[in-house]
């Protein structure tokens, strides 16, 4: 059995020139069920809980518990916010 392992991060979505407030409300509010899908093609029991930050609604909390390699965790962040125009920042 593979240890698992917490990681927390935050997700950041500027307010972009050209990106509709509705395209960003409808992402920061199916972030939940689209990572978990990305990490569970990975590590089925792999757990995405993305709770709101203090920051306000461009910035969501993420919490990660995976099996996952940290190299493969970093690569599916890297291309997801890249695809959707969103900065990773991790947490302590």
Known sequence: MSPKTNFSF???YPALAGVPEAQRTQLMASLGP???ALFAAGDSAATVVVSDSHKGSGHKI???VT???DMEIAAILKAFSEQHGLS???LE
């Open 10 to 12: 935050e997700l950041h």
């Open 34 to 36: 689209t990572l978990q």
């Open 62 to 64: 993420v919490e990660l």
């Open 67 to 69: 099996t996952l390699p």
């Open 88 to 90: 990773v920042q991790a």
